[in-house]
């Protein structure tokens, strides 16, 4: 049973214009949420977080959005480049060494 | 600093035969975790190291036996591989066990198991 789910499976944003990409979660337990981004070939690699206590969280160009009444959480990527095409995962966790992750979600920036 | 390496990175299996896959990390991490990507699903947790010469289940450990005799090495092994082994399974590492710790993964190793 898929406790995260990306219900997107690839998304396709102009340069320059706002990708968003959307994360649900089943488990009310989890606290800790994380977008992970990986290229071809590459292993995922961290990019942002937020604590269930807040509910966004900002770093440069990307913003995560919790809404815990809904179980639902957003990566707003503004303003969207080429080189963020990739594919995305978010993961959430309840304590220390599980991380249940998403099935993720194919951005392609188009120039 | 390589971070973390998987070997190897493709392999071809038949049915029952076994393999090791090795994974090592130069960045004096505690922690090291084995996960494996199948299409339409995330990340799941194979099995999981918290330091030299402990090693615990995950959340998918069954047909896998794992070890870490060495501190930057964290060893998966298949003892008689079946078709549903066929996956991308990757390797991570972090210096602690909180969840705001990041992990950090290999580039993976994709196994076709026939």
């Known amino acids: 049973d898929q406790q995260v789910k990306q219900n997107s499976p690839s998304l396709s944003v102009q340069e320059g214009r706002i990708s968003i990409l959307n994360c649900d979660y089943t488990?009310?337990?989890?606290?800790?949420f994380l977008w992970y981004k990986k290229y071809p070939a590459e292993g995922p690699t961290f990019l942002i977080s937020i604590s269930s206590i807040k509910d966004k969280n900002e770093d440069g160009r990307f913003t995560v959005f919790l809404n815990k009444s809904a179980k639902h959480l957003s990566l707003h990527i503004v303003p969207s480049q080429p080189g963020d095409s990739a594919v995305y995962f978010c993961a959430a966790s309840t304590g220390a060494n599980n991380l249940f992750f998403g099935t993720g979600t194919r951005l392609t920036v188009i120039p | 600093n390589a971070g973390v390496t998987q070997t190897p990175k493709f392999r071809v299996l038949k049915t029952g035969q076994s393999m090791t896959l090795l994974c090592a990390q130069d960045m004096n991490h505690e922690y090291m975790y084995w996960y494996r990507q199948d299409p339409g699903m995330g990340l799941r947790l194979i099995h999981y190291?918290?330091?030299?010469?402990?090693?615990a289940k995950g959340e998918v450990p069954d047909g896998y036996n794992v070890s870490r005799l060495k501190k930057q090495n964290f060893l998966l092994g298949l003892e008689s591989a079946a078709p549903s082994q066929t996956s991308v399974y990757f390797c991570?590492?972090?210096?602690?066990?909180?969840?705001?710790?990041?992990?950090?993964f290999g580039p993976g190793t994709r196994l076709l198991v026939l």
């Open positions: 991570a590492s972090s210096y602690t066990n909180r969840v705001q710790e990041t992990q950090y």
């Open positions: 190291s918290v330091g030299e010469g402990t090693t």
């Open positions: 488990n009310s337990m989890f606290d800790y």
